[in-house]
């Protein structure tokens, strides 16, 4: 299995075959879930994996699996992929890369008429990206119990399109679940910039972060533009340095390990919006990440803190409502081994690292042993037509996921039973 002949450059073609299918101008991808396109792009992988001996299967959500016998039938697949999907200005390797490295993997099988133990199972996610259907990772979240299916299904785009009549339209809409799997693991861009800085070829991903998303309202009063400064109680002018403040609790949440916590402040409203008043309300969201919980609940405890400090000096409202939590997810001991091992055995350089960003195998890691390898991708750039990264990076890629995905088929079925993650309360 050792030299198994993958091909660097014929996983390079493909990613450049497919990138066609909603190929843009400008060199990007846009091939949003369940359009034409992505029916396109379905069908692509699966001629070109049937032809080597595999068979499709498809489950209610329209996630694919394409499935290649091992010699012991009683086992689960290892199984392995990402998503098709893509943004409306994405790249040509989100998601993209992680599946075609794992036909890469049947193809070299295929051609050496090698056998694993374990069967496989290459796996494309339905609306990994949650641009047209929201939230994202919603086929993997259905597959796993997480979402209902009628939440799914019933799902509407903004022409009002439903995600189960979108489905059913483009011919992907199928009946029975995936086969059970074993483990999963998924290689996938790092959509940051820390392997690039640091000159790895490889991330191997430990666990992913936690989360917890704040809604914050702050209440004042209208005044006239014009109206003298003193006595103003200006609810932008308050909400403005706790918006500040979601940045420093941030960086300020160091881990032992030194990784600081994430905070974002993505959505403002301002009321009443106008040019010449002072604005009486400001609503905003806040989004807060990090590996350790505790870290977590500090972060919560500061923006609090600032809330009130700030309440109080400008003589304002201010109410931090909690929105969303979704607790640590730590990948599969025994998977990131096999990971880490690969890496060594091939001289690639790699770092351990968590995941801040949300995939498909944070919820398959909730179900089903899992892990992920990242590569990186050129000034961290991604969800952007510009997304790049190197064949050098791809074959690193290839050449690990495959050595892990070999050596879990190859190794007797795990016998601790997956207790997996604890379930978040979900958007
Ligand atoms: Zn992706």
Known sequence: MSNLPLSGARLWADLHEIARIGGTPKG?????????????????????????????????????????????????????????????????????????????????????????????????????????????????????????????????????????????????????????????????????????????????????????????????????GGAPMAGRRDALMAAAPLMAAVEEIALAARAPDGEPGRGTVGCVSVHPGSRNVAPSRVWFSVDTRHGDPAMLAWMGEQLRARAAEIAEARGVAITVTDFWHSPPTPFDARLVGFLREAAARRGLPAMEMPTGIGHDAVYVARRVPAAMLFVPCHGGLSHNEAESITPEWAEAGLLVLADAVLAAASQPADPTPMTGAPDGAEV
């Open 28 to 224: 990007g991808c846009n091939r949003q879930a369940l359009t034409d396109l992505d029916a396109e792009a379905r069908a692509w992988l699966a001629a070109r994996a049937t032809a080597l001996g595999c068979t499709l299967h498809v489950d209610p959500f329209g996630n694919m699996g394409l499935l290649r016998p091992g010699r012991d039938a009683s086992r689960k697949p290892i199984a392995f992929g990402s998503h098709l999907d893509t943004q409306p200005t994405g790249g040509k390797f989100d998601g993209v890369l992680g599946v075609l490295a794992g036909l890469e993997l049947l193809r070299a099988l295929h051609e050496a008429g090698a056998e694993t133990e374990a069967p496989l199972l290459l796996v494309n996610w339905t609306n990994e990206e949650g641009a047209r259907f929201s939230p994202p990772m919603m086929g993997s979240g259905a597959a796993m119990g997480i979402f209902a299916p009628e939440q799914v299904l019933g799902a509407t785009d903004a022409s009002g399109a439903r995600f189960g009549e979108e489905l059913a339209r483009i011919g992907w809409r199928g009946e029975a679940a995936l086969p059970e799997m074993g483990a999963y693991l998924e290689l996938h861009i790092e959509q940051g910039a820390l392997l690039e800085r640091a000159g790895k070829s490889l991330g191997i991903v430990t666990h992913a972060l936690a989360q917890s998303w704040y809604e914050v309202v702050v209440e004042g009063a209208e005044n006239h």
